[in-house]
């Protein structure tokens, strides 16, 4: 099947089963997999133009609603978390829009950008994977509890254990990663998954629901930037608006995938999940920027 708008060639079956695979393995860390499918496109359907970008974030419009939804289901989404995330990325991500088109349309210096980003994600996940503290696997019918929530703090109980940090500064790193997920093409979970778990110290069943709701929210208005950008002066040179053919069918596997890695994470090792993911993101870091030098 012929993308026009991308220019990509492939068949009708393959984008639709990658998602899902990808999603599958993401979701239970509270990442969509959009960082994951963006090599994917780029290397192997050799779409290089800006209008990945906008076409990754459709993936996770149409994909991420099947985990969030499992999440609010069986109670464990932290819902100051998840607006907490909104709010900072919302601003970032129309700005890392503008800097992809204006600063970064060549494909060998995205590759060089997405390989750093790979790199940090790769690097978080594994330190994740080596804490003692990890817990193995949640309990059974375990829920989010005595949620509090204020400008200077936000606190909840959760398998018997109190969590607690400053909402400002999880706001601080949510602006700067909407700024890199505007550029990237991702709605920011994949960073700040990572972020609130070794740093805050948040359990990924918690953080799971929440950043993938914030990835939902700002994706739209990321979409939504790059069709207007598409319009402007700014992007006259360059193509891109999304592929909306291409990025749907991306989103219907990753939909599948995204519900059953939500409804699995009760039953997958934590410390599994983040060695397998961390092994995977640091490889293809790797691999990008030794692409750029060669």
């Keep these: 099947m012929h993308f026009p708008v991308s220019g ?13 695979i990808v999603a599958l393995l993401a979701t239970p860390a509270g990442v969509s997999g959009a960082f994951l499918l963006l090599p994917f496109q780029m290397s192997v359907l050799g779409f290089v133009s800006p209008a990945v970008t906008p076409t990754n974030l459709i993936y996770n419009i149409v994909s991420v609603p099947g985990g969030v939804g499992k999440y609010i289901k069986d109670h464990r989404m932290v819902w100051p978390i998840a607006w907490v995330i909104t709010v900072g990325t919302l601003p970032g991500i129309f700005v890392g829009a503008a800097v992809r088109i204006r600063y970064l349309p060549d494909p060998g210096y995205c590759k060089l950008f997405v390989g750093c980003v790979l790199l940090y994600l790769g690097v978080r996940l594994l330190n994740d994977a080596r804490r003692p503290r990890i817990v193995s696997r949640i309990a059974e019918g375990a ?8 400008a200077r703090l936000i606190a909840f109980e959760f398998q018997g254990q109190s969590y607690s ?10 602006l700067v990663v909407g700024v890199i997920g505007g550029i990237y093409g991702v709605g920011g979970g994949a960073m700040i998954a990572p972020f609130a778990m070794t740093i805050l110290g948040l359990p990924a069943y918690t953080v799971a ?11 739209i208005a990321g979409v939504g930037s790059f ?61 990008y920027i030794t692409q750029f030098f060669v």
């Design 8 to 20: 990509v060639e492939c068949s009708l079956w393959l984008p639709p089963v990658v998602a899902f």
């Design 227 to 287: 069709e207007i950008l598409g319009a402007t002066r700014l992007a006259a040179s360059f193509a891109v608006r999304p592929d909306w053919a291409l990025g749907l069918l991306f989103g219907v596997g990753g939909l599948a995938g995204s519900y059953c890695g939500a409804r699995l994470q009760m039953y997958m090792p934590e410390r599994s999940i983040r060695l397998l993911l961390g092994l995977l993101v640091t490889g293809l870091a790797l691999r």
């Design 143 to 150: 829920a989010v509890t005595k949620v509090l929530a204020s």
């Design 165 to 174: 940090f400053r909402p400002v500064t999880l706001a601080v790193v949510s």
């Design 209 to 219: 629901g929440a950043a993938l709701l914030g990835t939902l929210v700002t994706s």
